[in-house]
């Protein structure tokens, strides 16, 4: 039974950094792609980031190009998203997901985390 286990979210002010973390357990992970999306309220879920663990290969919203940056712990099995410079746009559940494809598409991923909490204070 593959899981992923966000942690990392919380209150930060504007311009303020946060990380969050993705445990994966379950599966072979090894030819996955991981993927961070976030969902505010009353919006569709976004796309945030993606990396391919055959590769290494990331990839950016353009909301978050330049401030975040994802990367992978293979030892730890644990995804990352460093946020940087963050907005109060940027307030939201973020989600961890994967799947075994590339894609910016939430409907594509067919493992997903339970979500934390990002708010960002003006």
């Known amino acids: 039974q593959v899981q992923l286990v966000e942690s990392g979210g919380g209150l930060v002010q504007a311009g303020g950094s946060l990380r969050l973390s993705c445990a994966a357990s379950?599966?072979?992970?090894?030819?996955?792609?991981m993927g961070w999306f976030r969902q505010a309220p009353g919006k569709e879920r976004e796309f945030v980031a993606f990396?391919?663990?055959?590769?290494?290969?990331?990839y950016y919203g353009d909301s978050v190009k330049g401030r975040f940056t994802i990367s992978f712990d293979n030892d730890k099995n644990t995804v990352y998203l460093q946020m940087n410079s963050l907005k109060p746009e940027d307030t939201a559940v973020y989600y961890c997901?994967?799947?075994?494809?590339?894609?910016?598409?939430?409907?594509?991923?067919?493992?997903w985390g339970q979500g934390t909490q990002v708010t960002v204070s003006s």
């Open positions: 379950g599966g072979t992970f090894s030819n996955y792609v």
């Open positions: 990396i391919s663990r055959m590769n290494s290969n990331t």
């Open positions: 997901a994967a799947n075994q494809y590339y894609s910016i598409k939430a409907k594509e991923y067919n493992y």
